[in-house]
């Protein structure tokens, strides 16, 4: 079996390089964006709550779904 290592990431064509740099960033994004509603969240209702928490979890799951579309894509770059 054939193991991803550095010269892997080197090998990869630009446009390869721009998705996986591009599903980073989306990463980096969601976890703001999921920072901001528990922020938010936590300052318009300090008490348990089950809106706040639908609110919270959708945010998490919005930082899961970006992040497993990165893992995906590392895969299929680096995998085929």
């Known amino acids: 079996p054939r193991r991803a290592g550095l ?3 080197e090998d990869l064509t630009p446009a390869e390089r721009a998705l996986i740099l591009a599903l980073g960033l989306l990463v980096l994004a969601a976890e703001l964006i999921n920072t901001a509603i528990e922020e938010v969240v936590d300052h318009i ?11 919270k979890d959708c945010g998490s799951a919005c930082v899961a779904l970006a992040a497993l579309a990165a893992g995906v894509a590392w895969v299929v770059v680096l995998v085929g």
């Open 7 to 9: 010269h892997e990431i």
């Open 45 to 55: 209702s300090p008490g348990p709550d089950p809106r706040a928490k639908k609110a």
